[in-house]
């Protein structure tokens, strides 16, 4: 190697910060100050923590005493949960009730969804109002609409357990049974339309007319249009939805921490429910840790998976493809 | 070929039109009621005597309006120190919400601001950061920065302030403010809740920049040529045009806030310091109140008014501030 080579990407760095004039290195520092807030908060907010985890993630901790490094010991313990599950580590217990939720939550909420804004896409007199009515119930606190539907819910003098009694179906204590609790949370959670819906509507309303009215010369019915226009224009707004969806299901902790608490017997133990358990009430930071780690690798294989996938079933407009 | 036999069967086109909206009319008002009946169910509930509550079939109008209701619910639990425990929470929200719009605000236009107009070597590198910052689960970091929080001394500054402000606050909202001792670290503090609200947060400086990106660059060349500084011109050209974005980012902090229970869940332990939501779910679990369905309604509807009456208000910029940001409802 010719010493010019070694030498040339240095002074081609200088050269480029020489070309950079006395405004320009202002305007450079102006950056950094104006986005200081958030750098600054990224370090000790998000980097610093994350680093952090990781390392607790190696350690048995109490907060309390001094945190002893035991390497891959929590990791492992999570491992042979897999095979063994165990209550007191309750690791494949809380996948296995996330991968549930999940699995039956995000492609009911999309299609529920996706109804809600087709029905608002028809051009009817009053649209704004049942606008309005859809989302209203996004916006009422998890708090407030947990007290409801608890009350909604019970089995004594309850609405549904009045419905029930009057068509003489049997009537249960849905969220207190381990067979029924998760479902019941499933249902009770596609109850207000979401952003989902909004990027839905928009979605359809960026379908040009002209596909319709094309396909309709060609003598396409109403279930043809849907499945050959509608549903591969929106492909791009069904996959960020799906993304978006399946990340934050995965991540559900607000309806098991206000409506079950994780019971009964650990029916809907989500796993980030598992993680404040660990946490805040037992004080393992250690394995909790390593339990936070383990999403975020889930998360991320779950993502890439979707992401490999998108390729044959999105379609965006004007995009090459082949080779 | 067939749609003309069709349009024939179905007796024209005009009554098939009119039929077809009147199915998406009986639609809508279905799916409507799904989503408004529950609510409406609660207000019921929380103006009932507790008997009317358990009657069968259901009854939707009370037949004499028990306000009183609200007049237990919002009276009867009590704070430590005595007084009534809700307006302090409600209180303890109002204040929360304030400190943390100033600083989201604050922050978050400086940052996008510079993401917009300022160049930089390394920028889209920082920019590539932002992005994936907001992909990251926050359970991540939830445990160590509990930890950190634990660590860092109080400011005595702040508590000196506040010490001296209760006397105030108590004179003007009539709230009773018991005198502290010096906290040791920001466990059981606001500080864990408001600080972080000052570094920006990646999904509204997002929204924000793509929102001064639409500024023309003749405005703030205009003003260069005037002499302007940079700092000026993010004030006096980028803080007044980005007033509806500005409304869109305050409408969904403060509903974000009203709704919070979380982190004040991790952070808090004195049931005084609650905000509202985690205020009324601590009010739920005690034994004198979780069976007391109609008080538990009164406490869910006065939870679910103010949000309700500002998205109703604010459609427009909600609506828009949320298909922006893609936060989640």
Same mark, same amino acid.
């Given at each position: 190697?010719?010493?010019?080579?070694?030498?040339?990407?240095?002074?081609?760095? %200088?050269?480029? =910060?020489?070309?950079?004039?006395?405004?320009?290195?202002?305007?450079?520092?102006?950056?950094?100050?104006?986005?200081?807030?958030?750098?600054?908060?990224?370090?000790?907010?998000?980097?610093?923590?994350?680093?952090?985890?990781?390392?607790?993630?190696?350690? *048995?901790?109490?907060?309390?005493?001094?945190?002893?490094?035991?390497?891959?010991?929590?990791?492992?313990?999570?491992?042979?949960?897999?095979?063994?599950?165990?209550?007191?580590?309750?690791?494949?217990?809380?996948?296995?009730? *996330?991968?549930?939720?999940?699995?039956?939550?995000?492609?009911?909420?999309?299609?529920?969804?996706?109804?809600?804004?087709?029905?608002?896409?028809?051009?009817?007199?009053?649209?704004?109002?049942?606008?309005?009515?859809?989302?209203?119930?996004?916006?009422?606190?998890?708090?407030?609409?947990?007290?409801?539907?608890?009350?909604?819910?019970?089995?004594?003098?309850?609405?549904?357990?009045?419905?029930?009694?009057?068509?003489?179906?049997?009537?249960? *204590?849905?969220?207190? %049974?381990? =067979?029924?609790?998760?479902?019941?949370?499933?249902?009770?959670?596609?109850?207000?339309?979401?952003?989902?819906?909004?990027?839905?509507?928009?979605?359809?309303?960026?379908?040009?007319?002209?596909?319709?009215?094309?396909?309709?010369?060609?003598?396409?019915?109403?279930?043809?249009?849907?499945?050959?226009?509608?549903?591969?224009?929106?492909?791009?707004?069904?996959?960020?939805?799906?993304?978006?969806?399946?990340?934050?299901?995965?991540?559900?902790?607000?309806?098991?921490?206000?409506?079950?608490?994780?019971?009964?017997?650990?029916?809907?133990?989500?796993?980030?429910?598992?993680?404040?358990?660990?946490?805040? %009430?037992?004080?393992?930071?250690?394995?909790?840790?390593?339990?936070?780690?383990?999403?975020?690798?889930?998360?991320?294989?779950?993502?890439?998976?979707?992401?490999?996938?998108?390729?044959?079933?999105?379609?965006?407009?004007?995009?090459? =493809?082949?080779? | 070929?067939?749609?003309?036999?069709?349009?024939?069967?179905?007796?024209?086109?005009?009554?098939?039109?009119?039929?077809?909206?009147?199915?998406?009319?009986?639609?809508?008002?279905?799916?409507?009621?799904?989503?408004?009946?529950?609510?409406?169910?609660?207000?019921?509930?929380?103006?009932?005597?507790?008997?009317?509550?358990?009657?069968?079939?259901?009854?939707?109008?009370?037949?004499?309006?028990?306000?009183?209701?609200?007049?237990?619910?919002?009276?009867?639990?009590?704070?430590?120190?005595?007084?009534?425990?809700?307006?302090?929470?409600?209180?303890?929200?109002?204040?929360?919400?304030?400190?943390?719009?100033?600083?989201?605000?604050?922050?978050?236009?400086?940052?996008?601001?510079?993401?917009?107009?300022?160049?930089?070597?390394?920028?889209?590198?920082?920019?590539?950061?932002?992005?994936?910052?907001?992909?990251?689960?926050?359970?991540?970091?939830?445990?160590?920065?509990?930890?950190?929080?634990?660590?860092?001394?109080?400011?005595?500054?702040?508590?000196?302030?506040?010490?001296?402000?209760?006397?105030?606050?108590?004179?003007?909202?009539?709230?009773?403010?018991?005198?502290?001792?010096?906290?040791?670290?920001?466990?059981?503090?606001?500080?864990?809740?408001?600080?972080?609200?000052?570094?920006?947060?990646?999904?509204?400086?997002?929204?924000?920049?793509?929102?001064?990106?639409?500024?023309?660059?003749?405005?703030?060349?205009?003003?260069?040529?005037? #002499?302007?500084?940079?700092?000026?011109?993010?004030?006096?050209?980028?803080?007044?045009?980005?007033?509806?974005?500005?409304?869109?980012?305050?409408? @969904?902090?403060?509903?974000?806030?009203?709704?919070?229970?979380?982190?004040?869940? @991790?952070? @808090?332990?004195?049931?005084?310091?609650?905000?509202?939501?985690?205020?009324? /779910?601590?009010?739920? #679990?005690?034994?004198?109140?979780?069976?007391?369905?109609?008080?538990?309604?009164?406490?869910?509807?006065?939870?679910?008014?103010?949000?309700?009456?500002?998205?109703?208000?604010? /459609?427009?910029?909600?609506?828009?501030?949320?298909?922006?940001?893609?936060?989640?409802?």
């Amino acid at each position: 190697m010719s010493e010019e080579a070694v030498i040339a990407p240095v002074t081609r760095r %200088r050269e480029a =910060k020489h070309r950079l004039g006395r405004m320009q290195l202002r305007e450079e520092r102006e950056f950094y100050l104006f986005v200081a807030p958030w750098l600054i908060g990224f370090v000790i907010w998000t980097a610093g923590p994350m680093l952090y985890s990781l390392y607790i993630s190696f350690t *048995t901790w109490d907060v309390f005493t001094k945190p002893i490094w035991v390497g891959l010991q929590n990791y492992a313990t999570l491992w042979h949960d897999l095979f063994e599950p165990s209550q007191l580590v309750l690791f494949s217990q809380s996948l296995k009730v *996330t991968t549930i939720y999940t699995v039956l939550m995000v492609p009911l909420r999309m299609i529920v969804n996706l109804v809600g804004a087709m029905l608002l896409n028809q051009k009817i007199i009053g649209m704004p109002f049942f606008r309005a009515v859809f989302y209203s119930p996004t916006v009422i606190p998890a708090v407030a609409s947990a007290l409801v539907w608890t009350w909604i819910m019970q089995s004594n003098g309850g609405l549904v357990s009045l419905a029930l009694n009057k068509l003489g179906l049997p009537n249960q *204590t849905w969220l207190f %049974r381990s =067979k029924t609790a998760l479902v019941t949370l499933v249902v009770l959670g596609l109850w207000g339309f979401g952003s989902q819906m909004l990027f839905f509507l928009a979605g359809l309303q960026s379908i040009p007319e002209h596909l319709y009215e094309a396909a309709k010369i060609d003598g396409a019915g109403q279930w043809q249009q849907f499945r050959y226009i509608t549903l591969p224009m929106l492909s791009p707004v069904i996959f960020y939805n799906l993304v978006m969806s399946m990340m934050g299901t995965f991540q559900a902790f607000d309806s098991a921490f206000l409506y079950t608490g994780g019971g009964p017997n650990y029916a809907t133990h989500f796993y980030v429910l598992n993680i404040y358990t660990f946490g805040w %009430r037992y004080f393992r930071f250690g394995i909790a840790s390593a339990m936070a780690w383990v999403l975020l690798i889930i998360i991320l294989v779950m993502t890439m998976l979707v992401l490999r996938s998108s390729s044959a079933w999105v379609y965006y407009e004007g995009e090459v =493809k082949g080779r | 070929m067939s749609t003309t036999t069709k349009a024939a069967w179905w007796g024209g086109i005009k009554s098939r039109t009119l039929l077809h909206k009147t199915l998406m009319y009986v639609l809508c008002i279905l799916v409507g009621s799904f989503q408004i009946l529950p609510l409406i169910w609660m207000l019921s509930g929380s103006l009932k005597t507790i008997h009317e509550l358990f009657v069968d079939p259901p009854m939707w109008i009370p037949k004499s309006w028990q306000w009183g209701n609200y007049d237990m619910m919002w009276n009867s639990l009590r704070l430590e120190e005595g007084g009534p425990a809700m307006p302090r929470y409600l209180f303890n929200t109002v204040y929360l919400t304030v400190i943390v719009l100033v600083g989201v605000l604050l922050s978050n236009t400086l940052v996008g601001f510079g993401f917009a107009r300022l160049r930089a070597r390394g920028k889209n590198v920082v920019f590539l950061v932002l992005l994936i910052t907001m992909m990251l689960p926050s359970q991540m970091t939830w445990l160590s920065v509990y930890i950190i929080m634990s660590r860092l001394p109080y400011p005595p500054l702040f508590y000196r302030i506040s010490e001296a402000a209760k006397p105030i606050l108590q004179a003007v909202t009539g709230i009773q403010f018991s005198i502290e001792n010096m906290p040791n670290n920001w466990i059981d503090t606001y500080l864990p809740l408001t600080v972080p609200a000052f570094f920006a947060g990646a999904g509204t400086v997002f929204l924000l920049r793509q929102f001064f990106l639409t500024v023309p660059i003749e405005l703030d060349e205009a003003a260069r040529i005037d #002499g302007a500084s940079t700092f000026r011109i993010y004030r006096s050209i980028f803080l007044p045009q980005a007033k509806p974005v500005l409304a869109s980012v305050t409408i @969904l902090t403060f509903i974000g806030h009203w709704k919070e229970f979380f982190g004040p869940l @991790l952070y @808090l332990n004195t049931s005084d310091k609650f905000p509202i939501a985690l205020g009324v /779910q601590y009010f739920r #679990g005690f034994a004198d109140y979780n069976t007391q369905w109609h008080l538990l309604m009164a406490a869910g509807t006065v939870l679910s008014i103010p949000p309700f009456v500002i998205f109703l208000l604010f /459609q427009r910029y909600f609506v828009q501030g949320m298909a922006l940001t893609g936060i989640k409802g």
